[in-house]
């Protein structure tokens, strides 16, 4: 059961200075176009890098969604209507998908899933809440607590996970980390990283900033390997995550064995696309169960496979699921009007779904406990890493 994994981590943001109390209350006084009951279906926005050097992780975010709606609509629809996907491309880029989203929202959303990108949501998201939409997010910055409600991992609980992997499992005395300089996520989960690792004793040798879309790293992998640390820790995204792979060697990574590890934001099939597989494999991810890890997942995957002749994105199993939760709460409460829905899903224990059970913490609108794993690539796929999984107890 994924409920008991390693990475059930309680530590909720302090004052908060927007929660889910205040998500409710902004909601209650904005226009609310969830209300609105002049259109023949419910239009749920989907938001995702549907460009741009991440559009493989935002198309299998794009068709989680599709088939959670298409089954949804087979079965005779939601309260009297079908469910109409609307796009939303942010090309994980925030002014982007400010104009995306306030061109969405013109339409009239009654609910959005997404955006994936934190530095892209802590601009998108309150324009949905003062427009009355409850976003089912999958942002895992911190910042973004309480701006509506995730299943996904917060850096709160991915940090700890993989400081501990490179301490206790990887046994690094020493760690050089390279960042996303231009990303919330990635600036906030490197630093929260850095501090479990000094506070655990392991010596970090670098903190070195990268910008990304630059053409190569290797400088940098360099610069960082000449210290000689244990471990080389790369909070990027995986356009940027690959071309590390690519570049590291056994003399960038300080020994034959690559000791190399990349953060949770690297965590997608477009990866190992675009790392190639054997490169791909000189890293572990840091990440969640890939969609065919989930119990009971079968009949899904084989779903996904049918309706669209590939197999599931790596994020797929998560907007199947936030679609199915957000229908699934306005079942309940018996509309898509934002306080209600917001006041309900804040209340939400042991709900299932694809990626299993799901409670949500009230004040964060975060997921608890959430499921962080450490993978390894292998035969062109991401698999949990075994030898990480015995280490820790972890049932994979």
Known sequence: ??????????????????????????????SNSSSDT???????????PLTGDQSNLGLGMLQGAQLAAEQLNSAGGVLG?????????????????VAAANSAISQGLNGVVGPYNSSVGAQTLPLYLKAGVVPIRLTSDNSTDGMGFTLQPMTSQIAPVTANALSKFYKAKSVGIIYDSSQNYTKSTSAAVKADLEKAGVKVTSY??????QGSYADTLQQVSAKNPDMIYSAVYYPEGAKIAQEITPKTAGNSNYRCLLDYASYDSGYITNAGQAAAQRCNVVGVPAPTDFSGSADKVAAFQQQF?????????????????????????????SA??????????????????????????????ATVVVTVVTDGEFHVNAAWAQAVGAPY
């Open 340 to 369: 209600q829905l917001t006041s309900h899903l804040s209340t939400v224990k042991q709900w299932q779904g694809w990626t299993g059970t799901v409670s949500i913490e009230p004040r964060s609108g975060n997921r608890e406990p």
């Open 81 to 97: 209507r079908k469910i109409e996907i609307i796009q939303i491309d942010d090309a994980a880029n925030a002014t982007t998908g």
């Open 309 to 337: 002749k590939q197999p599931p994105g790596t994020w797929s199993p998560y907007t199947y699921d936030s679609l199915n939760f957000l229908i699934d709460g306005a079942k309940a409460v018996g509309s898509f009007n």
């Open 38 to 48: 002049s259109s023949a279906t419910w239009k749920i926005g989907v938001e995702a």
């Open 208 to 213: 070195q900033a990268i910008t990304p879309g």
């Open 1 to 30: 059961e994924e409920a008991h994994i390693v990475a059930s981590f309680k530590q909720v943001v302090g004052a908060m200075s927007i929660g889910v109390v205040a998500l409710a209350a902004t909601a209650a006084c904005s």
